[in-house]
């Protein structure tokens, strides 16, 4: 009996030493394998580099599928141009065109309808959206901030404003849709230097001096432009390909119209 009371207290000895040497556990330790699992997989963040490139794969897709539509009409407005009269479809199409493009004469339709350089419109899209990182571009697919006069359309609020006045940016359906109406924008707006400009000149680099009145900074967005289409190579996008010109041959075009219009300006919000 003395001998079964010995072994019940030597296994109490032992159970109490390895208690002792049992690390303490804090009571407000938590373990949290989600938590884990998801700071292991935390992205790290994209160099400039990288975020430059998902903007040129998320952007010049859509640039380059709108630009295809507008150039195939405005084909097909130039072929019906050089026939010696056209038939009652053919006058259809052709009237719905200069109300869409606001044009009067069939000659004013055709240098309105006319696009411009891939490179052109990337390196403006790089400028007003921020390279893809503004509000309007992630929030409403509006790369170029194009206002929004039309309650009854889609848009959002710009977090800044004109004086007392509310301002509203459109809202698109998709990237490509942004484009589509910036080509719009530029056929009816104050542009006309730079739309007569592009019927003869294809390189990118002599026809942004004739884009001072697209911006409230005039001659400083044109060198902006400059910059950017030059450091990125955007000019390799075009077809065919512009060639590089000094800045200071670029900055010799004067804007001739006045300033814009509310109804014709385009805003950035960041």
Not at 218 to 239: I, W
Request: proline share 5%.
């Amino acid at each position: 009996m003395q001998t079964k009371h010995i072994a019940i207290v030597i296994i109490l000895l032992i159970i109490a030493i390895i208690t002792l040497r049992l690390p303490e556990i804090p009571k407000e330790y938590h373990y949290q394998p989600e938590i884990e699992k998801e700071t292991s997989k935390r992205k790290p963040e994209l160099t400039i580099e990288q975020k430059k490139q998902r903007f040129l794969d998320k952007t010049l897709p859509a640039i380059k599928s709108a630009k295809d539509e507008f150039d195939g009409k405005y084909n097909y407005a130039y072929e019906l141009s050089m026939l010696p009269s056209l038939d009652a479809a053919q006058k259809r199409d052709i009237e719905a065109y200069q109300h869409e493009y606001n044009a009067e004469t069939l000659d004013e339709l055709l240098i309105r309808m006319r696009t411009h350089p891939a490179s052109i419109i990337l390196a403006q899209a790089a400028l007003e959206s921020g390279w893809g990182t503004s509000r309007f571009y992630n929030e409403a697919n509006n790369i170029f901030g194009i206002w929004s006069f039309d309650k009854n359309e889609p848009r959002i609020a710009a977090k800044e404003s004109r004086g007392n006045k509310k301002i509203y940016i459109k809202r698109y359906e998709s990237l490509e849709d942004s484009v589509k109406d910036y080509f719009l924008l530029i056929a009816k707006g104050p542009y006309r230097d730079f739309r007569e400009a592009r019927v003869h000149e294809f390189n990118a680099f002599k026809l942004i001096g004739n884009l001072q009145m697209y911006s409230e900074l005039r001659e400083e967005y044109v060198e902006r432009l400059y910059y950017v289409l030059k450091k990125n190579r955007f000019y390799t996008y075009d077809t065919p390909e512009s060639t590089p010109c000094p800045l200071s041959e670029v900055l010799t075009k004067k804007r001739s119209e006045p300033g814009l219009s509310d109804s014709e300006v385009a805003w950035s919000d960041g």
